[in-house]
């Protein structure tokens, strides 16, 4: 960024950004000099910090996302930052820290992948901590995802079980650490043996292998089921995951790692046993309320919450590296890039 692209207030005209004009490999992540996006009434422009990268942002690149997707775009669904200038009627401040994600960003409008960003105002999440960007980088659409599954899906309360299918993927890890905070016990699943130990070491109570059928695992240990569980690999293990629930428990659909998010020919006499209850998460950043963010904050720095970061990368340089990373899945956990 060239200084003399400064205007009065210190704000660059000119900011260098990821943009997607083309469709296809990495190569189509290209640094480039972009305007830094003008304010609006409603909207808060925040410089970036850091962002995760996240699986929403390789199907853009890809071209396999929705047609709420235009072109080109800077991606990026999720970001960490300070505001550098919002309405007074925000009750926002120049410098504050803030979250922001998801409600269009990166797909409908310009997201993360810049130094600067502009949001509406009514997905910016204010918090203060001490925690390095790297870290608050990871957590805004992972924890507003698993959270609002975990309370708006499931209504999971202390003392209850949850299931949480496809424990491994970055969502899975963030959900366990949220469960077990709210004091649930927790069954998560893996695909791999190895990684069993990896669930234990964050607070999972029973890691089981998925070898596809995880619901005689479950119902070993608890012959009635379990209360709740969190379906994250999608369509094909969802008659399972739901066989694995009490009478009266609940399913939450949140995500699906399989890619199949459309169930042909569904049937739910086929699908969902006798008096369990299946419900979906598609939620917001109003889902993640700003007292919340602030407990889990506090939780990470005091040990009791444990962030899954698979890598931390430093410039847009690296953001090819981090979505080759991310494609590869070798790593749990979540990717982060931290603009220095």
């Given amino acids: 960024m060239s200084e003399s692209t400064a205007v009065g207030d210190g704000t660059p005209v000119t900011m260098r950004a990821i943009v997607v004009t083309e469709t296809g490999g990495l190569d189509k992540l290209v640094i480039t000099e972009a305007p830094v ?104 659409e992972m924890f507003q995802t698993a959270y609002g599954s975990l309370t708006t899906g499931l209504d999971l309360r202390s003392g209850q079980t949850v299931l949480i299918r496809g424990g491994t993927s970055t969502v899975g890890l963030s959900a366990a650490t949220i469960a077990k905070d709210m004091g649930a016990t927790v069954l ?56 694995a629930l009490r009478t009266g428990g609940t399913g939450c659909f949140t995500g699906s790692l399989s890619g199949e998010w459309v169930i042909p020919e569904f049937s739910p006499f086929a699908y969902i046993p006798s008096g369990v209850r299946l419900t979906v998460y598609a939620g917001e950043a109003a889902d993640l309320p700003a007292d919340v963010l602030a407990h889990q904050l506090r939780a990470i720095a005091n040990g009791r919450l444990h962030v899954a970061i698979a890598g931390v990368y430093h410039g847009l340089e690296q953001v090819r590296d981090a979505q080759a990373d991310l494609e590869s899945g070798t790593t749990p956990g979540k990717h982060v890039v931290v603009l220095d």
């Fill in 188 to 243: 998560s699943t893996t695909r791999k043996p190895e990684r069993a130990e990896e669930l234990r070491a964050i607070g999972v109570d029973h890691p089981l292998v998925d070898d596809g059928s995880v619901a005689g695992q479950v119902r070993e240990l608890y012959p009635d089921g379990v209360d709740a569980a969190l379906e994250l690999v999608g369509g094909p293990a969802l008659p399972d995951t739901l066989r």
């Fill in 37 to 140: 996006p003008e304010p609006r009434p409603g909207w808060v422009r925040i410089k970036v910090k850091a962002f995760g990268v996240n699986e929403s942002e390789v199907t853009t690149r890809k071209g396999e996302s929705d047609p709420d997707v235009t072109y080109p775009r800077v991606p990026g669904i999720e970001g960490v930052g300070a505001v550098d200038q919002a309405d007074e009627s925000s009750g926002l401040q120049s410098g504050q820290q803030v979250a922001t994600m998801m409600g269009g960003m990166g797909r409908s409008f310009d997201g993360s992948y810049a130094e600067y960003t502009l949001v509406p105002v009514d997905q910016v999440i204010p918090f203060e901590s001490d925690l390095p960007w790297g870290t608050l980088g990871a957590l805004p």
